[in-house]
């Protein structure tokens, strides 16, 4: 029976090279190797796919042939079968009859397709494909060449076809097979269309023969790795321009190796998508982010200070280089120089004068940085340039191409940019960049117009702080003794350092006040607190204390009355918070020296005490803190101020001060005092020079608070200088005193002004004696001007009045008036002393 399946000559059934299950006749064969398809050098099949069984029947019905596949099919070996009769071995007993029909038909010639259940090597019912097929052995006996396809492979297997092709064939984006050589074997109508090419011209190309060089060399190098590796390629980015779509286009390719049922590299696909948009949305992303950091950096670093200029380098520091390669600001002259009342900008046509306050660039011509415009000039735009149109508007302009009016060749691109606040152009800022940088487009205007809008408030802010601080300045300058004041008997030296925040005015004070028989009055005060506040606070104290000075009070005195008023600004009605209450304390130090006699009196309100430098004295500084009850501040009120009395030597140094010199937050104030005496060691150099080593040895720490310094070397008067003479309350004493001027002053050589010494000294003498009591006292005082005074112990303040025609008296001081240059009447412990000035002759 086995003969009559045996293969007529023609129609030999070829062996499949996989399973060995031969083909029916007239089926495709394997091609030889010249044709053969991709993945061709380890052959594959169908078969590797689909569960599938070839077997014989013989003219009786009864298996005559059963194949290896057979075997995995039904698990049944060919020993168990050859010669059994398929339908009861395979088929359920309820479908024998219908099966042995079927099998008639099929010996009597008839071909036959269709289904039927099988039990599978695991004993599983299934459903099976058959294709049985009659034929005819070379002895002309009949038999039946059986297939067997598992049914549900098979159907699985075409919906994965379908989708495939789907997906092949529908996907929007490119697909496409090589071979293991690196050969199109198939894409897609996308790839195809993509590139502008037949399908079918693309199949049997290689990567090189369809992109550059430098991209073929990449993409095949991949396509061997992943062949090799079986590790996929994601988003292997390529550009390049096609013939059918303008403009530079870029593609994404990602590559996977395609396996075989049986895990064998069959080649390499590839899906192509077209990123341009996504390239393009991922730059504008990627500059909005950029935008924002510099917005977010803009925000961080323009605007650190209240300067003018410096606000203006932030905002250069900002844009170049990360923005822009050449930047400038220019502002209106008046923005920099205005005066208290402020003045226009700008005439309204956007000529007006400006003034470059910063430059910036790093263009590079012929190996060197192409020169920054001068910062510091002045000039005027013309009015019909596109600057001033800038400036009229105060809109931004993009200049560009040929319409850009730089004179720099190298710049290719510019914006300009009104520097607007508070509806008021203050300059202009001009943005450039240079060729081989993107020219400016929309998007860079509007950051451009909002990093400017943003240095623009700080900038104002700047010219406001600018015009109150010159405000302010002007008060504190107003408020403080010019220069270095002269005083007699004494070098003075002073310094006043503002704190460095604020309005850089403060409540700190010094003065020096002349008063009556060669003494000086030397204060040092402090304001609790700093600003323009403070230092209207003490614009007020110091004049008061002025007033009260003049009225040659003593100095415990003076700091009471002081403090009244202190307490009386406090008390504001005015004010709702309470703040004037604190605003008018304040610490303050009133000395008095007299040069005649070399003493110096001191209160202290709360102060620190002043320092003493005797160059006779011992040990290992001569510099020690003056004992001087300290006091309480003004404006506290409640206790008495009291006073001490120094005699100080000749050359000695006195010095006043505030905290701000010998206290901070680096250390504590007794460790500021040492350092001071141990800095005045060297008290014998000059006072300026010493002024500035103590500012800088002892305030290293410059602008935590406001600091005043006074420095006052005692020098001694001339022997010949001081004449002082006691005369008895007698009228002879008039004449006397006439006679002891007229002799001093001859002695002094100073003849020319005898006439008029002897008529003053003889009305204040008579005056003394008619209206005082106890002895009289003439002293008279040589130094820049002749002072002259008589004592005497009435308390009763001489006051000048206009005398009658009829009156024999009232007229001596009328006549003092007209030929003092000055004259007036103190105070003493005893009494009183009147007194008059003349100038020394040439």
Known sequence: MADAFAPRPGTAPVPDAASGIPHPAGEASVPSAGSAPWGHDELGTIYDYIRIAAFSLDEDGLISQWSSRAEQFFGLSAEDVIGCDPVTTFAPREQWRHG????????????????????????????AELYLMPAEGADGRSGVVCMAVDLRKLRTLETEIAASEAIFGQAPTGFVLFDQDGRIQRVNDSFAAGLGLDAAT??????????????????????????????PVVDLNFAGELPSRPGRRRWSISLYRLLSAADRPMGVAGQIVDVTGRARAERDAASARRSLALLNEASR?????????????????????????????????????????????????????????????????????????????TFCYPPRSPYAKALRTGRSLTLSGP?????????????????????????????????????????????????????????????LYRREHERALILQRSLLPPGNPAASGLEI???????????????????????????????????????????????????????????????????????????????????????????YLATCVYAVYDAVTMRCTIANAG?????????????????????????????????PFEEVTVDIPDGALIGLYTDGLVESRKHHLEEGLTALRTALGSADRPLEALCDQLLTELDPHYGEDD???????????????????????????????????????????????????????????????????????????????????????????????????????????????????????????????VWFELALPA
């Open 100 to 127: 042995r029909e079927r099998m008639t038909e099929i010996l009597a010639g008839k071909e036959w397709v269709g289904t039927a259940p099988y039990r599978d090597s695991d004993g599983e019912e299934r459903l």
């Open 202 to 231: 693309l199949v049997g190309l290689t990567v090189h023969e369809l992109m550059p060089a430098k991209d073929a060399a990449r993409v095949s190098r991949s396509l061997a790795e992943v062949l090799r590796t079986g590790d």
């Open 301 to 377: 670093h323009i605007g650190s200070t209240l300067d003018l200029e410096t606000t203006a380098r932030e905002l250069l520091d900002v844009t170049v280089p990360g923005f822009c390669d050449v930047a400038t600001v220019d502002l209106y002259n008046a923005v920099l120089t205005a005066d208290a009342e402020g003045r226009q900008v700008d005439d309204g046509d956007g000529s007006g004068e400006l003034r470059r306050v910063a430059s910036a660039s790093t263009v590079h011509h012929e190996g060197t940085p192409t020169p920054a415009p001068e910062v510091g000039g």
């Open 403 to 463: 319409g850009n009016p730089d004179p720099n060749p190298l710049i290719h691109s510019a914006i300009v940019i009104p520097i607007v606040a508070r509806e008021k152009v203050l300059g202009l800022v001009q943005l450039s960049r240079a060729k081989g940088s993107e020219p400016f487009d929309t998007r860079d205007v509007a950051i451009a117009t909002e990093l400017v809008a943003r240095a623009a408030v700080c900038i104002d802010n700047a010219r």
């Open 493 to 583: 030296a002073c310094r006043y350092r503002p704190a460095g925040s604020g309005t850089q005015v403060g409540g700190d004070w010094f003065d020096v006040i002349p008063l009556p028989g060669n003494r000086t009055a030397l204060v040092v005060g402090d304001v609790m607190g700093r600003g323009l506040r403070a230092a209207v606070a003490m614009g007020q104290l110091r004049t008061a204390v002025r007033t009260l000075a003049m009225l040659d009070l003593d100095p415990a005195e003076v700091l009471t009355q002081l403090d009244e008023i202190a307490r009386g600004l406090s008390a504001d009605p005015d004010s709702d918070d309470g703040e004037s209450a604190e605003l």
């Open 607 to 639: 102060h620190l005490p002043p320092v003493l430098v005797d160059p006779a004295a011992g040990g290992p500084t001569p510099a020690l803190m003056l004992d001087v009850p300290e006091g309480v501040p003004l404006g506290v009120g409640g206790e």
């Open 707 to 833: 600091v005043a310094l006074l420095m006052a070397r005692i020098f001694a008067l001339p022997s010949n200088s001081v004449g002082d003479w006691v005369l008895p309350s007698e009228p002879t004493s008039v004449a006397r005193a006439r006679e002891l001027a007229c002799g001093w002053l001859a002695a002094c050589g100073l003849d020319e002004l005898c006439d008029t010494v002897e008529l003053l000294v003889s009305e204040l003498a008579t005056n003394a004696l008619r209206h005082g009591r106890g002895d009289i006292r003439l002293r008279l005082l040589r130094d820049s001007v002749l002072v002259c005074e008589v004592w005497d112990n009435g308390y009763a303040q001489p006051r000048q009045r206009r005398a009658r025609d009829t009156d024999e008296g009232g007229r001596g001081l009328q006549l003092v008036s007209l030929l003092a240059d000055r004259w007036g009447s103190r105070r003493t412990p005893s009494g009183k002393a």
